[in-house]
Nanobody, 121 residues
Framework: QVQLVESGGGLVQAGGSLRLSCAAS????????MGWYRQAPGKQRELVAG???????NYADSVKARFTISRDNAKNTVYLQMNSLKPEDTGVYYC???????????????WGQGTQVTVSS
């Protein structure tokens, strides 16, 4: 099994910054993509940013030029630096990873418990 532990959420004023971290642990054979999703009240969960093991990155249009995703493969950790935060960035942010626990098994998606980000106007 793979566990994801997120940290770094909180309350910040518009224009401020936060840095989220997510560490994967457990019986991990390999990790492919890691990413961050968010879910605002009354809305569907959406992709914020993702990064592959090879470093290919994609962002939601709404966060481009404000958020930066990075990862430390040696630590199985992904980060999300969020700058110039807006009230519409408010939501629960979930870490996601696509990983194998054995060399012969399939990849599965794993999710963190979520961390609240609230941006006040």
């Amino acid at each position: 099994q793979v566990q994801l532990v997120e940290s770094g959420g909180g309350l910040v004023q518009a224009g401020g910054s936060l840095r989220l971290s997510c560490a994967a642990s457990g019986s991990i054979f390999s990790i492919n993509a890691m990413g961050w999703y968010r879910q605002a009240p009354g809305k569907q969960r959406e992709l914020v940013a993702g990064i592959t093991s090879g470093g290919r990155i994609n962002y939601a249009d709404s966060v481009k030029a404000r958020f930066t995703i990075s990862r430390d493969n040696a630590k199985n950790t992904v980060y999300l630096q969020m700058n110039s935060l807006k009230p519409e960035d408010t939501g629960v942010y979930y870490c996601n990873t696509n990983a194998r626990v054995t060399s012969w098994g399939p990849r599965y998606d794993y999710w963190g418990q979520g961390t609240q980000v609230t941006v006040s106007s």
